[in-house]
Every structure is written in C-alpha cells, then in structure tokens.
C-alpha cells in the first residue's frame, strides 16, 4: 500500500506464508501453477519480469458495438481463478445496493435485488490483484483509477434493471464525488459461471444483448471520447431462469481519489 507494485516480492511472500502453513497461501499458490492458466506459467515464475509481461499485455478485443463502445475479450482468466473469486465472494454477500443521487449514499431499491460483495485492499488477494492489473491492461488505464471490486450474485429472478454506470453530474449529491475521483468512464464485466439460463447483459438503447462463457471479459464505455457522459450506455442485468449467475464487476474513473 503506498508503493509502487513488486510482483517478484509479492510471489516471495506468497511462498513463504506458503511454507509456514497458511492454506490459503497454499490455494493461491496452487491456482498460479495450474495447466490452465493461459500463460501455462508456474507459481515461482509470477516474480519473472517475462511472465508478467505477458499477462499484463492488453490482450485481444473483439469489437461488439461503437454507441456505446463494447468490447468482448475471449477467456480472459483461467475458469479455476473463477471459481476461487465465487468461494471468496459467497461468505461476504450482502444486498446489492444504489446510489442515491441527492446524497451520494447507497440505498437499497427494488430495481436491484441481486447480492454483492466489495473487495477492497484488506479483502485483495494476489489472485485478486492480478486480476485487475489484468483489467487495467486491457482498459488501457493505470490501476490507481480502478475502484474497489464487485463480485455479483443473481439467483434465478433477481435482476438490476436498466441504468447506468456514470455519475449524473446533475446529481446534487454526487458533484462532489466527480471532483473527487472523476468521473466513472469504463466497466469492465468478467463472467465467472455459465452453468445458467438467461441473466445476459442487455445495453437497452443499443439493442445488444451479451452473455459470456466462464472467464469472458466485457469492456464497455460509459462515456464518449469527449468526456460526456454517454447515454447510449444504459444497461440492464438480466435476471437467470435456472441457476445462479457470477460475474466480478470492475468500474473505472477518471482519474484516482484526490
């Protein structure tokens, strides 16, 4: 916290609480030497300036739409990081909530009745972290302007209906989180399950519906190249039919908090 980061340090420690009998060092440890992990990289080789070159470069991006600017980005994460961020997110779920305009509070509304966990520094993982230095590369954007990661739950029938991911800056409340922290410019979806029905991402005004596979990303603009906000982004989070929908949400800004 405060420096700049160190992978190489970061893997040496992860080892040693390893070795000292911490299981989830152990786990984590285990996840970073898997034979699916897209860089086919051991655990000790994550300090490797090489290795994390490579996973850090922005990887391909499959153009879905351009108002608002949608990108697909096939097996982002390797399916077994997935199912580690569900185990890691399910104890700490709690009713999803919104922002209320006139305070800049989170309240709860009946137009989102899905469940949600908040991931900040003291609940970050090596996992989690490379995870978002992953996000970043592929947004183009440093990771001081990443907030705090979302993971999501639906159950069959529970759903967020169509908003939008900016900021209204005529929100009273909310002028003050913008000077603050900029704007909330890109949202970057990864599908941690798709063992259910239904429960796609819907962009309402564009006529687009997206749903990925275990370990698919989905990079969305929320505002357009000239800094407005960006209307054509409203968005919906279907609810599923059968099963229960997983999905880490990744909201951007601006520019990191003041």
């Given amino acids: 916290m405060g420096r700049a980061p160190d992978w190489k340090l970061a893997a040496a420690y992860l080892g040693r609480a390893a070795e000292a009998g911490s299981a989830h060092a152990k786990e984590q440890w285990s996840l970073l030497s898997m034979p699916d992990d897209p860089l ?12 994390l070159e490579r996973w850090l470069q922005p990887p391909p991006r499959v153009p879905i739409c351009e108002a608002p600017r949608i990108r697909s980005v096939a097996a982002f994460i390797p399916s077994a990081w997935c199912r580690w961020l569900i185990a890691a997110a399910e104890p700490r779920l709690c009713r999803a909530r919104v ?11 009946p137009g989102r009745t899905g469940r949600e966990a908040e991931f900040g520094i003291l609940e970050a993982d090596l996992i ?20 705090p990661t979302r ?9 967020f209906a169509p908003h939008f991911d900016f900021i209204d800056p005529q929100g009273v409340g909310m002028s003050a989180e913008i000077e603050r922290k900029g704007q909330r410019i890109a949202t970057f979806l990864v599908y941690l399950n798709d063992d259910y029905d239904g429960g796609e991402t819907e962009f309402v005004r564009a006529g687009v519906r997206y ?26 989070g279907l609810p599923p039919d059968r099963g229960q929908k997983w999905v880490l949400s990744q909201w951007m800004r601006s520019r990191g908090a003041a």
């Fill in 40 to 51: 086919a990289a051991a655990a000790a080789s994550w300090g490797d300036p090489a290795v």
């Fill in 99 to 109: 922002y209320d305009e006139r305070t800049g509070a989170g309240i709860l509304d």
């Fill in 128 to 147: 989690l972290l490379l995870v978002r230095a992953r996000i970043a590369a592929a947004a183009g954007v440093p990771t001081a302007v990443l907030e």
């Fill in 151 to 159: 993971i999501l739950n639906y159950a069959p029938g529970q759903h």
């Fill in 211 to 236: 749903r990925g596979r275990v370990g698919d990303g989905l990079l969305f603009a929320n505002t357009r190249r000239s800094g407005e906000v960006d209307p054509a982004s409203l968005h919906a």
